[in-house]
């Protein structure tokens, strides 16, 4: 059991800066692995990045790698975002999501729990 809250959002020009915060609750949170997605108006809940539960293990998908940088402080109960070099075309609402460590993590159906989301806006 774990409850998951996105911050971080917000807007920002082409070419800058955001990071997003996963704050967790639960004591088993630490035995999570954790991803990033993100939802734009029309299309479908894209995968973003994972991280494995003890933090040894990270991917992306392609449009982040170079960019985007996964974390996370197990002890705060925190996984965080780094976006840099942002695109317009990473507007969307960002979720995170948790789940365990094994399975297909680009699908959304393989995690059990989810955030609410934070939008995040890149303006040209």
């Known amino acids: 059991q774990v409850q998951l809250v996105e911050s971080g959002g917000g807007l920002v020009q082409a070419g800058g800066s955001l990071r997003l915060s996963c704050l967790a609750s639960?004591?088993?949170?630490?035995?999570?692995?954790v991803s990033w997605f993100r939802q734009a108006p029309g299309k479908e809940r894209q995968f973003v990045a994972r991280?494995?539960?003890?933090?040894?293990?990270?991917n992306y998908h392609d449009s982040a790698k170079g960019r985007f940088t996964i974390s996370r402080d197990n002890a705060q109960k925190t996984v965080f975002l780094q976006m840099n070099s942002l695109k317009p075309e990473d507007t969307a609402v960002y979720y995170c999501a948790a789940g365990g460590n094994g399975g297909a993590y680009y699908l959304p159906i393989k995690w059990g729990y989810w955030g609410q989301g934070t939008q995040v806006t890149v303006s040209s």
């Open positions: 991280i494995t539960s003890d933090g040894g293990i990270t």
């Open positions: 639960g004591r088993t949170f630490s035995g999570y692995a």
